[in-house]
């Protein structure tokens, strides 16, 4: 795949699912793909050539490494920032807010700033290793988004002592 079509893959998964999580969403883990789109930008990114940069083998994997911690903290950060709450039927429901919007910003900005720390290193960073961070991202985003949920959901309709 060309490095045009994988930031297209990248943008349009991203605008996806963050369009989804501005508006509210039910949340509900049987029968959920919720890892579906993380597993297959993993794929794609893996399946490129050039992931990492053969001439700056150690520089790359480091700069690969801190690219995917990025990702893995925004997810973390984005899922803690979304609201969950439930309805009067014990649905539960997620919205991402302002707060949410801006951890993701803020991942967008480090990542940004790691691609101009690798190029004035020499290091070609390709699109694939962005592809893995924005996987990490959305995985843990959607994985600690449904963990929540999930924690919600089992304490629901528990009588209340007393």
């Known amino acids: 795949m060309s490095g045009l079509l994988n ?3 990248i943008i349009a998964a991203v605008v996806w699912v963050f369009v989804r999580q501005c508006t509210a969403q039910r ?3 049987e029968g959920k793909k919720w890892w579906l789109i ?3 930008l993993t ?9 990492l940069d053969p001439g ?7 700069l690969l490494g801190a690219e995917i911690l990025i990702g893995l903290a ?7 920032t979304t609201r969950i709450w439930t309805d009067a039927d014990g649905v539960v429901w997620s919205k991402g807010g302002w707060a949410a919007a801006g951890v993701w910003l803020c991942g967008m900005a480090l990542r940004l700033g790691l691609m101009g720390i690798a190029a004035a290193m020499g290091v070609h960073q390709g699109s694939a290793a962005t592809m893995l961070s924005v996987a990490a991202m959305l ?3 959607a994985g600690v988004t449904t963990w929540r949920a999930q924690a919600l959901q089992q304490t629901y309709r528990v009588p209340v002592a007393g």
């Open 7 to 9: 930031i297209v893959v």
């Open 56 to 62: 700056h083998q150690t520089a790359s994997v480091v």
């Open 27 to 29: 949340v509900t883990s």
């Open 74 to 80: 925004c997810g973390v950060g984005w899922a803690w």
């Open 43 to 51: 794929v794609l990114a893996v399946r490129q050539p050039g992931l």
């Open 38 to 40: 993380p597993v297959v």
């Open 139 to 141: 995985l843990t985003r």
